[in-house]
């Protein structure tokens, strides 16, 4: 029997450790490397991440870190 679960995440990263983790499990942007992890923890048959608020990809953490260094 398969069960429907969802739930809401928020985390702080560096940006350098996003960088790593996008670049450990080949993935382009963080949606889908939070479905990468998750199906890797607990085998799940379908993930559907959303990324509601934050950086999806390098290019959008690189534009937030040049607004921050103006």
Do not use: H, W, Y
Not at 46 to 58: F, S, W, Y
């Amino acid at each position: 029997m398969s069960v429907k679960i969802r739930a809401t995440i928020e985390f702080s990263v560096s940006g350098t450790a996003l960088e790593d983790a996008l670049a450990e499990f080949d993935e382009l942007t963080v949606q889908g490397l939070l479905g990468e992890v998750l199906d890797k923890a607990i085998a799940c048959d379908d993930v559907q991440a959303r990324i509601e608020e934050g950086p999806n990809t390098l290019e959008e953490l690189d534009t937030i870190d040049q607004s921050s260094a103006s």
